[in-house]
């Protein structure tokens, strides 16, 4: 049984009202905010605790920033790659990209990550009002 952490919990409770998937300097400084002894050590830490206990999930979009997720049910990720934002896309079905596979596929697959990566609805409309 783990140590009950009240910086963790905060962590944890401020990943869970955020649907933007921060990056680990703005949980940070948010958490900092009700908890001003706490560092961003102890936040990357707790941040990789909470990850590899399955409690959050980390994303990696290929830009070198790390964000992280409190939503560990199966769902995809859209990243627009001119603005940075991170969203959730909504998913009815786990099962038709494992099956991409195949049956003959010899090894267990216990979890996926599927990222889009594009330019969102809102840079989209930025473009051609400037363009």
Known sequence: ?????????????????????????????????????????????????????????????????????ANVTPHYHYHCTNCGRVVDVPMEQVSPIQMLLGEDFPEEVEGYTVLFHGTCRDCREKEKKTG
Request: aromatic fraction near 8%.
């Open 1 to 69: 049984m783990m140590k009950y952490s009240r910086q963790r919990e905060a962590i944890k409770a401020y990943l869970m009202e955020r649907q933007d998937h921060p990056t680990a300097e703005m949980v940070y400084m948010s958490v900092r905010e009700t908890n001003p002894k706490i560092s961003l050590g102890t936040v990357y830490r707790n941040l990789s605790l909470l990850v590899s206990l399955g409690e959050i999930q980390k994303i990696c979009c290929g830009d070198g920033v790390e964000r992280y997720d």
